[in-house]
């Protein structure tokens, strides 16, 4: 079976490199979503939570750093200032951070339902 985030080297990188920054300041229940064949928008949602506003932001910060250190900027970023749901926009994929509360709330996982999860072949071993 080939490995969904196979499509171009680049977009593996820099996904890996987001849940890496993400897991590097304790991100919670962190998913990878392939959403190729289930809209044309973007080909993966990087979700993950933390537990509290402060974590929230660090995290987001984290994931713009070690991906503006690859040269790359997100072309859309919102709710950084409330951090309630951080929602980073780099086209080929978005991530997602939310506080607990509103990762419930808005349950993207449920919602893209038909979109095959492939964490596993993202959190490093």
């Given amino acids: 079976m080939n490995d969904p985030l196979t499509k171009t080297p680049d977009i593996e ?3 890996r490199q987001a849940a890496v920054a993400a897991l590097d300041l304790k991100a919670v229940e962190l998913r990878l979503l392939h959403l190729e064949k289930v809209t044309d928008f973007t080909d993966y ?3 993950c939570s933390g537990t509290n506003s402060r974590q929230v932001q660090a ?3 984290s994931v713009q750093r070690r991906l503006r250190d690859e040269g790359l900027r997100p072309l859309h970023a919102e709710g950084e200032r409330q951090a309630r749901w951080v929602l980073l926009d780099y086209g080929d994929f978005v991530v997602h951070i939310f506080d607990e509360e509103h990762r419930q709330l808005y349950a993207l996982e449920r919602l893209w339902g038909d979109a095959p999860d492939v964490t596993e072949s993202v959190i490093p071993a």
């Fill in 13 to 15: 990188a820099q996904v």
């Fill in 45 to 47: 949602f990087l979700i």
């Fill in 59 to 61: 995290i987001a910060q």
